[in-house]
């Protein structure tokens, strides 16, 4: 067994100080590399103002290449790094081209009064873009057409291309291809030369020299040819997310699906000789541990709960013929994490109502052991959701779990999901009328005091939400269009089937698939909110409609006993006809009603149902709701009952849940606490395949006990290693701020 302390050291003396995950690194070097590159970008556009951004990007092609610094760690053989965190980290220059053409562009383009609208639906909490417009952020690296062809064999199809270019832009999209491919190669030959020059330089141990000899051999020729074994297949991985990150400005989320995608490579290597089995768990643990060690886990984080670094690695599941992977190299990952106590790389496991009892079971253990790094994919749910959505059955079956809580098909299209639309605070805005904020967003709500009939109410508000969903649907549409002339990505675009062929980048439409996602964020909230107004002011006649607001708008003040009777009125998670009926009334509707509108590729707009961080941010911004929520309270996970409502137990849960036809939205996420002295690894299993049957995408779980919780706040020396799913990702509980220990013991257990 390697001794990783060596490793740990060195990544962790290169990476971020502290607990941030989103700085640049700390080698002074590669950050004067960077500042070189920067300004020399600006020093081209102050003399080429007439540069477009596909030009533009041509030129930092070359500057990258020129200035790039490879960085070669002693204790890994893995080539890769390039200082900036998959685009994550906050490195000069990052997001320059992004912001320069950005700013001009918005201003000739976008009229004053329509940026300021989109700013003021974000800060007021309707909504939140990673862009403005589109989400800039998330990219799904071309892992299957590299690992199969090559960059070699993408840079031929962009020279057949050439040839086929009908006007001047398809030409400047596909020599801009070119130059980046090129990029890649030299790039990658930059390493293969550094390790060259270490070999030759100063004494090195056995070990070391080893790793060098590997690396200046592979980078000669990977991935610009496609792996050839194991350790290169590993490695693509890692490059894949780094470096075309660099280039084209990329912020990518993914180190690939190893059991699926190296099988065969593995199994080769072992049967000739290349590999031995320790050699093989060696390569696997320092795959790993590249990812935990890019920020510090047990340190304490205060911006904004960052433990989040999105490098998801995908293992289980099935292949394109349908049979399950569930192999060897499926338990050397999964035990590779857990003995190295990892909460990074995210673990995305896919699975199925029948899959493999030991697989399940070491999952439900090592969950019932503390260690909640775990998020589970449905592949019955998830495929069947991206069939739906025009993928052929082969390309759903190999799918990528990406992000927090993703599944897409890498190779033919790229992702844009960082897109919430908070139902509750359409609600909220409703119940308390604030003209200044709405002439702010430019937009104009209806109410509901005067309505006499439920249906007035209900039919009210869904008429509110549908008007702002389209505006800002349309908006999305109209000024997304821009970013193909503000953040062209032609190397990344080259990779992904359908861009060469259209001669169009990926920004621009060019992809097979261009889809693009809208969270519908807080349903339980509504959904609640409108049980109670139902049952209390019109079914049970416990109160008028404007009495049950007026103590809503009170924050319930001297109205315990209202109160008291809401939280027994029907609630989402109950498994009750009411609330089943309204999240089916909302949700079909909501699809119904915005079917007719394209995004900025020209793609349908889907629509799934999690949430990030903001169930808190936001829920504290918020006042008091008719579900029964205090002014400030947490707001509801994703497709989850709300915690403070949920009385049912987990098979209810689940009943209810499961009403819902999961397959017409990309995804939904359920977050599910279970007490560990009420439950075993064997229930956790029964619980993942119920799950399963249910129809159900995808489940985060947690297992922990409320003694160990409380302990571990008051004796966080005694647990370092108990780590929970906060949301889409997992951190060390004794690393996490009081607030959000906080939030995670009021959980509800099953």
Known sequence: MMNDTELREELRAFYQEGGRQNGPCRDAEQ????????????????AHPEYSAL???KETYRIITDHFRPVIFRNTPFYFEAGINGGWGNYPGKNWLQNHFREKIFRQEIPAKDLERFHARQNQKYILCCGPYVDAIHHLPPVTRILEDGFRSVYEEALAALPRCENAEEREFVETALAGLEAVRTIQRKFARRAEELLTSGKRSRRETRF??????????????????????????????EIPALLDGLSAFSIGHPDAMLIDLYRKDLAEGRLTGEEASELIRQFLLIADCHYDSFSLVHEYCDHELEIPLTLGGCDGDGKEICNELTFEFLKAHRECNLVFPKLHCRYSERSSSGYLRFIAEDLHNGRGVYSLFNDDAVIRSLTRQGKTLREARRYLCTGCWDGFVDSVENVDTANYFSLARILEATLYPDPEQEKEAQISFERIDRC??????????????????????????????????????PTYSACLEGCLASRKDESEGGSKYKQRVIVLAFLANLIDSLSAIKTLCFERKTCTLQELLTAVRNNWKDAEALRSAVLSAPYWGDDSET?????????DGILRDTGDLKNERGGPYTFSIWIY?????WGERMRALPDGRFDGDTLSQALNPSHFRNREEITTTLNALGRLDSGKFLSTNTNLTFDREHTTPELLEAVFRTFAAKGLPLLQPNCCSREELLDAQKHPEKHPNLIVKVCGFSARFVALEPEWQE???KRKRY
Request: a positive charge; proline letters at 4%; charged letters at 25%.
């Open 55 to 57: 030009r533009m990007r």
């Open 613 to 617: 961080r903001e169930y808190r941010y």
């Open 579 to 587: 609330t089943t009926s309204l999240a089916r009334f909302f949700l």
């Open 31 to 46: 950050t004067a590399s960077y500042t070189r590159m920067l300004e020399e970008f600006q020093s081209v556009t102050a």
């Open 212 to 241: 060098l000899r590997m690396i200046a051999d592979s980078a000669k020729r990977c991935p610009w040819e496609p792996p050839e074994t194991f350790y290169e297949g590993l490695n693509t991985f890692w490059f894949l997310r």
């Open 452 to 489: 006499t009939t439920f249906e007035e109410v209900r039919d009210t508000i869904y008429r509110n939400i549908l008007h702002l969903l389209r505006t800002v649907l349309n908006d999305y549409t109209k000024y997304g269009a821009l970013y193909s002339r503000i953040s062209p990505h």
């Open 743 to 745: 939030e995670i013991l």
